[in-house]
């Protein structure tokens, strides 16, 4: 047996080992993706090829820690069912044998080519390569080996290659640390996805490294999306370990940019990845974690996993802003309208559903789920702000955000042990974990409006 299939079998070990313990977690999702067992983070290669959306995730089977990961695989017809696919990529090589680390898809001559970080680590040395596989069937992928090797004037942080197509020329981006440990990426270029060519920095300016980075056009504006690390708390601003956001720019002779815009104002957002689908739209999935934020006390540790995505959303550009919005298929999820009435109310409500308050009057008012998460909202400072319990010390704390004009609606998606938040048809966003009393139910509205509660099907 070789390594490869090695792995594959003791991955597969794993998930029936863990299978009821995983699936009795009362705080395991039912709609939202997480993994058979262990830990998911970034959602990789996520692309629409022959019709078929496929989603990659890094993938660590063996614990609830990170370490050498998979590509774990899921497709979907209809972004609402999705299948389960075997295993896409496992840490079986010389050049990834300590992680399969991020990366995207591309489709080219009737293949679908995953792009990846191979990972190696000798006596605590990191090494870093960007790899290719590839697939005639979207599910068994072939290694083609190491593609790109470290340029000079960066630290073997070097990573998550995203690749598109524009005008018959293939382009990547890498997020990357300079050797003076600051963040940046930087971009290459190829004629046929087999010989690149180092162009230099597309972006730098702040942080210590940049992680994930996508680049893409959305309603004529060039948008740099990525994960920065080192930036410090400035207010409302920057409150997690890490964060994600865009910088909105002009590419021609270089990129010029202007200031970082975070995407999510939540307590758990990360990593996310876009493409664009057969009907034009600019999709996101993301990560709903954050690396080094208190992993070690979720609850799910003691079930043998850890972690989920979001919803996919699709993005649009609005009065100067991206927005995100649940993608239409989303309504299928809905099973039964359990409540259509006039706020305030105090309701017990099913542990996954979705909660739409509009025609908003109150000046003031607040949401309370499950007597964990409050959402209170203030009109006429046009401030939203997600309050819950710490997992460290069970004391309060608070994300906020700020809308640019009225509040006009509150749209919550709510699984076992997550929030997905939508103001104002996504102009302000909050993600985050929550991990409420399994015996608590209550939704409680003190506001003026129309709340519309829908109960959501199982799917996982």
């Given at each position: 047996?070789?390594?490869?299939?090695?792995?594959?079998?003791?991955a597969q070990?794993?998930?029936?080992?863990?299978?009821?313990?995983?699936?009795?977690?009362?705080?395991r999702?039912?709609?939202?993706?997480?993994p058979?067992?262990?830990?998911?983070?970034?959602?990789?290669g996520?692309?629409?090829?022959?019709?078929?959306?496929?989603?990659?995730?890094?993938?660590?089977?063996f614990?609830?820690?990170?370490?050498?990961k998979?590509?774990?695989?899921?497709?979907?017809?209809?972004?609402?069912?999705?299948?389960?696919?075997?295993?896409?990529?496992?840490?079986?090589?010389?050049?990834?044998?300590?992680?399969?680390?991020?990366g995207?898809?591309?489709?080219?001559?009737d293949?679908?080519?995953?792009?990846y970080?191979?990972?190696?680590?000798?006596?605590?040395?990191?090494?870093?390569?960007?790899?290719?596989?590839t697939?005639?069937?979207g599910?068994?992928?072939?290694?083609?080996?190491?593609?790109?090797?470290?340029?000079?004037?960066?630290?073997?942080h070097?990573?998550?290659?995203?690749?598109?197509?524009?005008?018959?020329?293939?382009?990547?981006?890498?997020?990357?640390?300079?050797?003076?440990?600051?963040?940046?990426?930087?971009?290459?270029?190829?004629?046929?996805?087999?010989?690149?060519?180092?162009?230099?920095?597309?972006?730098?300016?702040?942080g210590y490294?940049?992680?994930?980075?996508?680049?893409f056009?959305?309603?004529?504006?060039?948008?740099?999306?990525?994960s920065?690390?080192?930036?410090?708390?400035?207010?409302?601003?920057?409150?997690?370990?890490?964060?994600?956001g865009?910088v909105i720019?002009?590419?021609?002779?270089?990129?010029?940019?202007?200031?970082?815009?975070?995407?999510?104002?939540?307590?758990?957002?990360?990593?996310?990845?876009?493409?664009?689908?057969?009907?034009?739209?600019?999709?996101?999935?993301?990560?709903?974690?954050?690396?080094?934020?208190?992993?070690?006390?979720?609850?799910?540790?003691?079930?043998?996993?850890?972690?989920?995505?979001?919803?996919?959303?699709?993005?649009?550009?609005?009065?100067?802003?991206?927005?995100?919005?649940?993608?239409?298929?989303?309504?299928?999820?809905?099973d039964?309208?359990?409540?259509?009435?006039?706020?305030?109310?105090?309701?017990?409500?099913p542990?996954?559903?979705?909660?739409?308050?509009?025609?908003?009057?109150?000046?003031?008012?607040?949401?309370?789920?499950?007597?964990?998460?409050?959402?209170?909202f203030?009109?006429?400072?046009?401030?939203?702000?997600?309050?819950?319990?710490?997992?460290?010390?069970?004391?309060?704390?608070?994300?906020?955000?700020?809308?640019?004009?009225?509040?006009?609606?509150?749209?919550?998606?709510?699984?076992?042990?997550?929030?997905?938040?939508?103001?104002?048809?996504?102009?302000?966003?909050?993600?985050?974990r929550?991990?409420?009393?399994?015996?608590?139910?209550?939704?409680?509205?003190?506001?003026?409006?129309?709340?519309?509660l829908?109960?959501l099907?199982?799917?996982?």
């Open positions: 047996m070789d390594r490869d299939q090695e792995l594959r079998q003791k070990q794993e998930v029936e080992k863990y299978q009821m313990i995983v699936t009795s977690d009362p705080y999702p039912t709609y939202h993706i997480a058979p067992v262990g830990l998911i983070n970034d959602p990789n996520w692309i629409q090829w022959n019709g078929i959306y496929h989603l990659f995730y890094q993938w660590m089977p614990g609830t820690e990170h370490g050498a998979f590509w774990g695989h899921l497709s979907s017809t209809n972004l609402v069912d999705w299948k389960q696919e075997p295993i896409a990529l496992t840490p079986s090589e010389w050049f990834d044998k300590d992680g399969c680390y991020s995207s898809a591309i489709s080219h001559d293949q679908l080519h995953l792009f970080t191979g990972n190696v680590k000798t006596n605590g040395v990191r090494e870093t390569y960007q790899c290719l596989a697939s005639k069937d599910i068994h992928f072939d290694k083609k080996g190491v593609q790109i090797e470290l340029p000079n004037g960066f630290t073997a070097f990573r998550d290659p995203k690749i598109w197509r524009e005008n018959d020329k293939f382009y990547m981006v890498i997020g990357a640390q300079k050797e003076d440990n600051t963040g940046s990426v930087v971009w290459y270029e190829s004629e046929d996805l087999q010989d690149w060519e180092y162009k230099g920095i597309l972006a730098d300016g702040f490294m940049w992680e994930c980075p996508d680049f056009s959305l309603d004529g504006q060039d948008v740099l999306l990525f920065p690390q080192g930036l410090r708390a400035e207010g409302i601003n920057y409150r997690n370990v890490y964060q994600s865009y720019g002009n590419w021609k002779d270089h990129f010029t940019f202007g200031e970082f815009t975070e995407l999510d104002r939540g307590f758990e957002f990360y990593a996310p990845q876009t493409t664009l689908d057969e009907k034009g739209r600019r999709l996101l999935f993301g990560w709903m974690g954050v690396p080094d934020q208190k992993e070690e006390y979720h609850p799910t540790k003691k079930h043998h996993w850890i972690h989920q995505l979001t919803l996919p959303r699709e993005l649009e550009w609005k009065d100067g802003e991206i927005c995100q919005k649940p993608v239409e298929e989303l309504v299928e999820l809905r039964e309208l359990i409540v259509h009435e006039l706020g305030p109310i105090a309701k017990t409500i542990r996954a559903s979705e909660i739409l308050l509009d025609e908003m009057t109150s000046e003031k008012g607040y949401i309370t789920i499950f007597d964990y998460a409050t959402i209170d203030d009109k006429k400072n046009r401030t939203i702000k997600l309050t819950r319990p710490a997992f460290d010390t069970g004391e309060k704390e608070e994300r906020v955000g700020i809308v640019e004009n009225d509040i006009n609606d509150i749209r919550i998606f709510l699984d076992h042990s997550s929030l997905e938040i939508f103001i104002n048809g996504g102009e302000l966003v909050f993600t985050s929550m991990f409420a009393n399994i015996h608590h139910a209550t939704l409680e509205v003190q506001a003026q409006g129309q709340l519309s829908w109960s099907k199982q799917k996982f």
